[in-house]
């Protein structure tokens, strides 16, 4: 299949030109410039729209906490204990939540689905497409360990006379459970090395589940809004040689210079909600535009359900109108996205080798009045707009 007459936006460094692309088995084969040689009837005319890779939410509570239901819909923390490793989020989306569709019509074809941040630490994180019926097909794949610093998890435990109730607690914890798991993973290695001599230690769900954390095989993703609780996430990753990410990031600016000398990686949102907290004082859409401008990575995210997921590329529009450059701010929705995820081998440019997800707009995405003309996902058209709304 070709997608032709298109103005590309890749995403890479050759970003914009007019031209196609062949795909093939739901992948992309061929990302050329001009005019193909030959087209067929199954061949879609782009007519010249705008053609972009599907954006991605990389941070969101998408059918882990169901769109209009209450407590039954409600998966996303487990607040029986406040240090949750060992719980995944894949048991708790539900796929066939209808913010998934909503995801879909406005052009997000990936998502970061987390645990919820009541706890120190939630459990790991789900990269998933948003087009499916099972969420072990909608996979992308195991993206990151949730930890929360700050407000959330004293506001919860506090009410129950439960560790945490301070912000050193919360650190504490975190530090307690990361010692444990790389304690096993020591004596796991002893055993592997010596099986004759040493004994294996006793199987520990949390200390497994960080296992792959330790390992540097995925990142840890701190919710942080304050920019002291993001120099507290800093200090943790630094102790335990961990690859991290920042989430939120809300009052980063007040130290955005710091932030970029660090080279720090940071997925802000969501932008369109109110300072409905205390740590969320110093909310500005300016945020990422001051954190960009330092040189801090950035991708935005809505968050949802804080910010219904369909209001995406709205974000990034304010975060333009807070000063964030155009193209930045594209990015920040899908290679710069992909980059922070660790999924650019998958997902987030229109590039030889990486998934058919492409979003079609006949004008400008980042206008609220412009809604995608069709949306693919592996090769597959999952979404078209009716007529009367192009």
Same mark, same amino acid.
């Given at each position: 299949?070709?997608?032709?007459?298109?103005?590309?936006?890749?995403?890479?460094?050759?970003?914009?030109?007019?031209?196609?692309?062949?795909?093939?088995?739901?992948?992309?084969?061929?990302?050329?410039?001009?005019?193909?040689?030959?087209?067929?009837?199954?061949?879609?005319?782009?007519?010249?729209?705008?053609?972009?890779?599907?954006?991605?939410?990389?941070?969101?509570?998408?059918?882990?906490?169901?769109?209009?239901?209450?407590?039954?819909?409600?998966?996303?923390?487990?607040?029986?204990?406040?240090?949750?490793?060992?719980?995944?989020?894949?048991?708790?989306?539900?796929?066939?939540?209808?913010?998934?569709?909503?995801?879909?019509?406005?052009?997000?074809?990936?998502?970061?689905?987390?645990?919820?941040?009541?706890?120190?630490?939630?459990?790991?994180?789900?990269?998933?497409?948003? =087009? @499916?019926?099972?969420?072990?097909? &909608?996979?992308?794949? *195991?993206?990151?360990?949730?930890?929360?610093?700050? $407000?959330?998890? #004293?506001?919860?435990?506090?009410?129950?006379?439960?560790?945490?109730?301070?912000?050193?607690?919360?650190?504490?914890?975190?530090?307690?459970?990361?010692?444990?798991?790389?304690?096993?993973?020591?004596?796991?290695?002893?055993?592997?090395?010596?099986?004759?001599?040493?004994?294996?230690?006793?199987?520990?769900?949390?200390?497994?589940?960080?296992?792959?954390?330790?390992?540097?095989?995925?990142?840890?993703?701190?919710?942080?809004?304050?920019?002291?609780?993001?120099?507290?996430?800093?200090?943790?990753?630094?102790?335990?040689?961990?690859?991290?990410?920042?989430?939120?990031?809300?009052?980063?600016?007040?130290?955005?210079?710091? =932030? @970029?000398?660090?080279?720090?990686? &940071?997925?802000?949102? *969501?932008?369109?909600?109110?300072?409905?907290?205390? $740590?969320?004082? #110093?909310?500005?859409?300016?945020?990422?535009?001051?954190?960009?401008?330092?040189?801090?990575?950035?991708?935005?995210?809505?968050?949802?359900?804080?910010?219904?997921?369909?209001?995406?590329?709205?974000?990034?529009?304010?975060?333009?109108?807070?000063?964030?450059?155009?193209?930045?701010?594209?990015?920040?929705?899908?290679?710069?996205?992909?980059?922070?995820?660790?999924?650019?081998?998958?997902?987030?440019?229109?590039?030889?080798?990486?998934?058919?997800?492409?979003?079609?707009?006949?004008?400008?995405?980042?206008?609220?009045?412009?809604?995608?003309?069709?949306?693919?996902?592996?090769?597959?058209?999952?979404?078209?707009?009716?007529?009367?709304?192009?």
């Amino acid at each position: 299949m070709l997608i032709y007459n298109a103005e590309v936006y890749s995403m890479t460094e050759d970003m914009h030109f007019y031209g196609y692309v062949e795909i093939q088995d739901g992948k992309i084969t061929a990302v050329e410039q001009g005019r193909p040689d030959s087209v067929t009837e199954a061949d879609i005319d782009a007519e010249g729209g705008l053609l972009f890779p599907g954006f991605i939410d990389a941070h969101t509570h998408l059918g882990i906490i169901e769109d209009g239901i209450d407590f039954e819909g409600d998966d996303c923390n487990e607040i029986s204990d406040p240090f949750t490793p060992q719980l995944r989020a894949i048991d708790g989306i539900n796929p066939y939540d209808r913010c998934f569709s909503e995801a879909l019509r406005n052009g997000i074809t990936s998502v970061l689905v987390s645990p919820g941040s009541a706890n120190a630490c939630g459990g790991e994180m789900l990269l998933m497409k948003t =087009f @499916g019926r099972c969420t072990d097909e &909608m996979m992308i794949q *195991p993206c990151g360990m949730k930890f929360a610093l700050g $407000e959330n998890p #004293k506001s919860v435990y506090s009410d129950r006379d439960e560790m945490p109730v301070t912000r050193m607690a919360t650190a504490a914890l975190i530090r307690e459970g990361l010692q444990k798991a790389k304690l096993y993973s020591e004596r796991l290695q002893r055993f592997e090395e010596h099986p004759d001599e040493e004994e294996p230690p006793e199987y520990d769900a949390k200390c497994e589940a960080l296992l792959p954390l330790l390992e540097g095989d995925v990142k840890a993703h701190f919710h942080c809004h304050r920019a002291d609780d993001i120099c507290t996430a800093v200090r943790i990753s630094k102790e335990f040689g961990l690859d991290f990410v920042i989430i939120h990031g809300t009052g980063a600016h007040i130290a955005a210079d710091l =932030f @970029g000398e660090w080279g720090l990686s &940071m997925i802000v949102g *969501p932008v369109i909600c109110d300072r409905c907290k205390p $740590e969320m004082s #110093k909310l500005e859409i300016s945020n990422a535009a001051k954190l960009y401008e330092k040189g801090v990575h950035i991708a935005i995210c809505t968050d949802h359900p804080e910010v219904p997921i369909q209001y995406l590329p709205l974000s990034a529009a304010l975060a333009v109108k807070g000063g964030l450059p155009r193209e930045a701010a594209l990015r920040a929705i899908t290679s710069e996205a992909a980059d922070i995820l660790g999924v650019s081998d998958r997902i987030g440019r229109i590039e030889t080798g990486l998934d058919a997800d492409l979003v079609l707009f006949k004008d400008d995405p980042l206008d609220i009045m412009n809604d995608p003309v069709f949306v693919m996902i592996n090769g597959q058209v999952v979404s078209e707009s009716s007529p009367h709304e192009n």
